[in-house]
């Protein structure tokens, strides 16, 4: 009797190795396409990446290309974002209007204009281009 319980253990041992071998292999097959994922994703995010810092180098060479046009000029030239704020300003308005570059984002052109200025370009922001 004690050899038919051995017999009976061992075969219960045996029958639990097995499964943990193939719930070993399935782990490791989840693993090998997790990291798969996980490796295209990562260069999805690269090129994400680099595509974005191409964007704001071409953004940042457009912009200096701009600023150069607009200091050429002897007028007053000022570009403006859809919300009515300072992007750029030529070197003639920062002189006239002591505004440097660096605070454009924190006013907006109706700070100086004259009310009746002011009403006119909220009226007409939403035409521009």
């Given at each position: 009797?004690n050899d038919a319980r051995r017999?009976?253990?061992?075969?219960?041992?045996?029958?639990?190795?097995?499964a943990l071998r193939l719930?070993?292999?399935?782990?490791?097959?989840?693993?090998?396409?997790?990291?798969?994922?996980?490796?295209?994703?990562?260069?999805?995010?690269?090129?994400?990446?680099?595509?974005?810092?191409?964007?704001?180098?071409?953004?940042?060479?457009?912009?200096?290309?701009?600023?150069?046009?607009?200091?050429?000029?002897?007028?007053?030239?000022?570009?403006?974002?859809?919300?009515?704020?300072?992007?750029?300003?030529?070197?003639?308005?920062?002189?006239?209007?002591?505004?440097?570059?660096?605070?454009?984002?924190?006013?907006?052109?109706?700070?100086?204009?004259?009310?009746?200025?002011?009403?006119?370009?909220?009226?007409?922001?939403?035409?521009?281009?």
């Amino acid at each position: 009797m004690n050899d038919a319980r051995r017999q009976s253990e061992l075969e219960s041992l045996r029958t639990e190795i097995a499964a943990l071998r193939l719930a070993n292999a399935a782990l490791e097959q989840q693993m090998s396409l997790n990291a798969e994922q996980t490796d295209e994703l990562l260069r999805t995010l690269e090129f994400q990446s680099n595509a974005l810092r191409e964007a704001g180098l071409r953004q940042a060479n457009q912009s200096d290309f701009i600023q150069r046009v607009m200091d050429t000029t002897g007028a007053l030239m000022i570009l403006l974002g859809p919300d009515g704020r300072l992007r750029q300003i030529n070197q003639r308005c920062t002189e006239l209007l002591s505004v440097t570059g660096g605070t454009l984002d924190e006013h907006a052109l109706d700070e100086w204009l004259h009310p009746d200025e002011q009403q006119a370009l909220a009226d007409n922001l939403g035409k521009l281009p």
